[in-house]
């Protein structure tokens, strides 16, 4: 009563401290937010530095983890931070997890290729990548998928046993140099968009 005898705006201070209050509350709220999904990525270790994580967009390598947020240097080399807490909302996609690395290549040859040529093409393909130590050799998938526009189409899905990048580069670069040479062996070739015309007489 002193106070608003005295002239103050008690009601206003009053209702400035319940605003105050409700933000530092909010604040508090958050920052243990935050603090508790740290505790979380560090217990449940979804992710690690160095791993190469896609999360809420962003891909990149984990360079930092800290107490609030985590840094990740993405592809393009720009470094991204991501709030903790927004994260552990999110689906995590850790790429250095996996055992292996799927690979999916379309060959197309020519139409002039005979059924029993097209037979013994997909025999050796398949037999080459049976024989390939760093492929998986149970999920290998080689199949005549289909009459294209000017090919004919074969899809090979297969895994390669590595999760890094240059590696999978370079052995994806080798078993090419192996399709071609058995392309080429059997006295194939490889179809390009091309276009016939006919003209009656």
């Known amino acids: 009563f002193y106070m608003q005898s005295n002239g103050y705006p008690v009601s206003g201070i009053l209702a400035g401290m319940g605003i105050g209050g409700l933000a530092m509350a909010l604040a508090a709220q958050d920052s243990i937010s935050g603090i508790f999904a740290s505790v979380v990525i560090f217990l449940d270790k979804p992710f690690m530095v160095e791993d190469f994580i896609e999360v809420n967009g962003v891909s990149g390598t984990v360079e930092e983890i800290g107490i609030r947020s985590t840094r990740i240097r993405t592809v393009e ?22 055992p292996m690395r799927r690979t999916a290549t379309t060959l197309g040859v020519t ?6 040529k097209m037979k013994e093409l997909l025999k050796q393909l398949r037999q080459m990548m049976k024989d390939d130590e760093d492929v998986d050799n149970e999920n290998v ?61």
């Open 77 to 98: 080399k720009t470094l991204v931070t991501l709030p903790n807490k927004e994260i552990m909302d999110s689906n995590i996609n850790n790429y250095s997890k996996r």
């Open 141 to 201: 998938y080689v199949n005549f998928t289909g009459f294209g526009d000017s090919s004919l189409d074969i899809e090979m899905k297969y895994f390669i046993l590595t999760v890094e990048y240059q590696k999978w580069l370079n052995k994806r670069e080798n078993i090419n140099l192996k399709i071609m040479q058995i392309v080429y062996d059997l006295g194939l070739d490889f179809a390009f968009p091309s276009t016939t015309v006919y003209l009656e007489k």
């Open 111 to 116: 139409y002039d290729t005979t059924p029993q």
